[in-house]
Nanobody
Framework: QVQLVESGGGLVQPGGSLRLSCAAS????????MGWYRQAPGKQRELVAT???????NYADSVKGRFTISRDNAKNTAYLQMNSLKPEDTAVYYC???????????????WGQGTQVTVSS
């Protein structure tokens, strides 16, 4: 089993910044993919940014140039630096991880509980 602990959401004015963090713990042999998705009211959950074990990153077009994903491998933690925030960035942000279990050879998906980000004046 893997636990994800998210932090960093909140209320910010347009143009402001927030930093989200997500720490993974538990039965982890390796992290294959880790990142963030978001879901706004009445909309489907969508990818925001992810990174892979190989070091590649993937961003939604809507956040390119404004958001940056980074990681601390030693702490199994991912960070999402969000700059130049817009009202349309308002959503619940979910941490996602695909890990290879330390107890068997299988990989599993896990989701965090979500953290609210509200961009409003």
């Amino acid at each position: 089993q893997v636990q994800l602990v998210e932090s960093g959401g909140g209320l910010v004015q347009p143009g402001g910044s927030l930093r989200l963090s997500c720490a993974a713990s538990g039965s982890i042999f390796s992290i294959n993919v880790m990142g963030w998705y978001r879901q706004a009211p009445g909309k489907q959950r969508e990818l925001v940014a992810t990174f892979t074990s190989g070091g590649s990153t993937n961003y939604a077009d809507s956040v390119k140039g404004r958001f940056t994903i980074s990681r601390d491998n030693a702490k199994n933690t991912a960070y999402l630096q969000m700059n130049s925030l817009k009202p349309e960035d308002t959503a619940v942000y979910y941490c996602y991880v695909n890990v290879r279990s330390a107890s068997n050879s299988y990989s599993y998906n896990y989701w965090g509980q979500g953290t609210q980000v509200t961009v409003s004046s």
